[in-house]
């Protein structure tokens, strides 16, 4: 099993940044991709971002291309997900997520997840 832990969500002003970290524990050695998603109040939960095992490939959804940067330290087993010139319409609840088996391009189902962690708010005021 594996055990996922966001951290570094909190409320900031439009044109902000934040960083979120989702640390990994138990058998991190199956998790071949790592991605971020994020759920606002009353609609579905949609993709964020991806990067896989290596960090060599990564994935973004358009509306935050440019703005996130998602990276990894694999030492620290951690994720983080880099946001910058926040928007009020990035409030959400942010969810990491992690995959046993690779696919390329990264997946933006998030059926094809295996582990989740239990989300970090974000709320940007505007």
């Known amino acids: 099993q594996v055990q996922l832990v966001e951290s570094g969500g909190g409320l900031v002003q439009a044109g902000g940044s934040l960083r979120l970290s989702c640390a990994a524990s138990?058998?991190?050695?199956?998790?071949?991709?790592t991605a971020w998603f994020r759920q606002a109040p009353g609609k579905e939960r949609e993709f964020v971002a991806a990067?896989?095992?290596?960090?060599?490939?990564?994935r973004y959804a358009d509306s935050v291309k440019g703005r996130f940067t998602i990276s990894k330290d694999n030492a620290k087993n951690t994720v983080y997900l880099q946001m910058n010139s926040l928007k009020p319409e990035d409030t959400a609840v942010y969810y990491c997520?992690?995959?046993?088996?690779?696919?390329?391009?990264?997946?933006?189902?998030?059926?094809?997840?295996?582990?989740w962690g239990q989300g970090t708010q974000v709320t940007v005021s505007s």
């Open positions: 997520a992690a995959e046993r088996t690779l696919t390329l391009p990264l997946s933006t189902s998030e059926g094809e997840y295996d582990y």
């Open positions: 138990g058998r991190t050695f199956t998790i071949d991709a």
């Open positions: 990067i896989s095992r290596s960090g060599g490939s990564t």
